[in-house]
Each structure stands twice: as C-alpha cells, then as structure tokens.
C-alpha cells in the first residue's frame, strides 16, 4: 500500500521567511510528485510537479526531490500571509506505465503571521 | 480556455436519498477522476475514466456509488441510498493525456442530514 505521509502542523513563519514543508512516501517506484495548495473550504489548486532529482524552482516555490531517501520537500521563500493554506503533497500511480490516480498525504497547514 | 467546473457546488440531502453530482473536465482533457475529501484529510481516489472507459475503480467505492462518462466529456457521479459516512466534499479533476497534472474543479459539497 503506498502511503505519503506529511507532518500535519501547523507550520508557523513570519512574514517574509522561508517556509519548509516535508513529505515522505513509501513506494520506491514512485517517479511523479505534485504540491497542491488548498484554501479553507476551498479545492486543491496544482503550484509544483517535479519528476527529477534535484531542485525545480518556479518563482517563490522551489520543489526539491530525493528519490534514494523517499523525500520531496516544497520551500516557499518571502512567505507572503496570502501564502496562508494547507500543503498537499501527492504521489501519483501509474497504470501499467501510463498515468492513473493520485495519493495524497493528509496535509501541512501554514500559517504565515504579518 | 476555462478550468474544470462541477455541479451542484453544494447539495444537502436526507439520508436515504439519491444524489447525482455532476462534473465537466478541461476541453481536450481525456482523462477524468474523481476524489473525495473530508475534513483533516488529503482527497482519497474513487474512480477513473479515460475516454469514455472506466479503468479504475478504489475499493471505497462501494456498491451505493457508480459514476458514467457515456461520451467521454462530462462525468456523473451517482450515490444511492445517501449515508451519513457520504458526507464530503466530491472533487473531479482531468488531465491530458500528455503529462501528469491534474486540475480539479471546486467541488461538490454533500452533507447527508
């Protein structure tokens, strides 16, 4: 059963810091990797894909994978209070080499004080 | 080019009850699933289609729930015999068949009374 496990928080940094968030999933095939923001009442809204070791940096988000350690963190640099929101990191399954569902861990909250 | 939508946004009913939601993925988008999520927790896979085809189905979905995409657009989501246990927010999302990313829509709130 693949899992993907995150710390729930919730993560506090001031306006302006660096925000970390971690996830660890448990299956050594897992190749794609996705953070999902998702607002209060809201759904999840796609801000990083990364499929690569290494770093991917887009604007303030840099996604940051480590295949051999089952590790994918999201570092959100300048945390602005609109940053405010519950980070999802998902795995996805492929089905028998193409794309299928995605597993989602249960969330880290961030809360971004001005 | 508009995102994926869902409707109704928000549906109460009795428990007992049969609801259908229903749900539009991006244009050009083959592939098309659905999601539910309840408080505190990450959205759980229900079903998948590609095209019109059903290709997967999660073991959470029960024989109460069966969801059609007769020509492989839009998607319906049907629950039977609504519980208390279905309340949640029903998400869909789609993707193309080239890349990974799925986008989902707003949502479907049910709350079963």
């Known amino acids: 059963q693949k899992e993907v496990e995150q710390n729930s928080g919730p993560l506090s940094v001031p306006e302006g810091a660096i925000a970390s968030l971690n996830c660890t999933y448990s299956?050594?095939?897992?190749?794609?990797f996705f953070w999902y923001r998702q607002y209060s009442g809201k759904s999840p809204e796609l801000i990083m894909s990364?499929?690569?070791?290494g770093d991917k940096e887009d604007g303030r988000f840099t996604a940051q994978l480590n295949k051999a350690s089952q590790y994918v963190s999201l570092l959100i640099r300048d945390s602005q209070p609109s940053d405010s929101a519950t980070y999802l990191c998902?795995?996805?399954?492929?089905?028998?080499?193409?794309?299928?569902?995605?597993?989602f861990g249960k969330g880290t909250k961030l809360s971004v004080k001005p | 080019d508009t995102g994926v939508s869902q409707d109704p946004r928000h549906k109460i009913t009795k428990r007992g009850q049969n609801v259908t939601f229903r749900c539009d993925p991006i244009?050009?988008?083959?592939?098309l699933y659905w999601y539910r999520q309840t408080l505190g927790q990450g959205p759980e896979f229900l079903t998948y289609?590609?095209?019109?085809?059903?290709?997967?189905k999660s073991r959470l979905l029960s024989d109460r729930f069966s969801a059609e995409r007769p020509k492989g657009s839009f998607s319906t989501l049907e629950i039977q015999r609504t519980e208390q246990g279905d309340s949640a927010m029903y998400l869909c999302?789609?993707?193309?068949?080239?890349?990974?990313?799925?986008?989902f829509g707003p949502g479907t709130r049910l709350t079963v009374t």
């Open positions: 998902a795995v996805i399954v492929l089905y028998g080499g193409s794309q299928g569902n995605l597993i």
């Open positions: 990364i499929y690569s070791n």
């Open positions: 289609f590609q095209n019109e085809a059903q290709l997967e």
């Open positions: 999302a789609s993707s193309a068949d080239r890349g990974y990313e799925q986008y």
């Open positions: 299956d050594r095939v897992s190749q794609s």
């Open positions: 244009s050009e988008h083959n592939r």
